[in-house]
């Protein structure tokens, strides 16, 4: 479900380990009042300033687990290993196809005739 959110802090990091996070007010569609923070939003294009509205997107069970609407999933890791998983699968089984397996099997070199000549 999405809702416009009042952004109504800003909270920046003190260290290196803590990430930006904002507070935030809106109201669900069945009418409760959710009033929390995230670390999930986009802070630029445009920038969050307090005051600001915003679209979030949160469980309807459970409205506090909400995000900046425009932040998205992060499917990097399992797209590029799975694009991965899916070219070795095919490279392997276009080396391991029937008629390429029994071409490299012919083209074995034969012995050669001055070598058999001296081995005789």
Do not use: C
Not at 26 to 49: A, G, I, L
């Amino acid at each position: 479900m999405t809702a416009d959110a009042v952004v109504l802090n800003e909270t920046l990091p003190k260290a290196a380990k803590e990430a930006a996070r904002i507070t935030v007010h809106f109201t669900t569609k069945d009418s409760r009042q959710v009033e929390d923070w995230t670390e999930s939003f986009v802070d630029h294009d445009p920038p969050v300033h307090k005051g600001d509205t915003i679209r979030v997107v949160y469980d309807p069970d459970d409205p506090s687990n909400f995000q900046d609407a425009r932040w998205g999933n992060d499917y990097t890791g399992p797209v590029v290993f799975g694009a991965g998983a899916i070219g070795l699968a095919g490279y392997s089984l276009w080396e391991l196809r029937p008629s390429r397996t029994a071409r490299h099997r012919s083209k074995r070199r034969p012995s050669h005739p001055t070598l058999t000549r001296l081995r005789d």
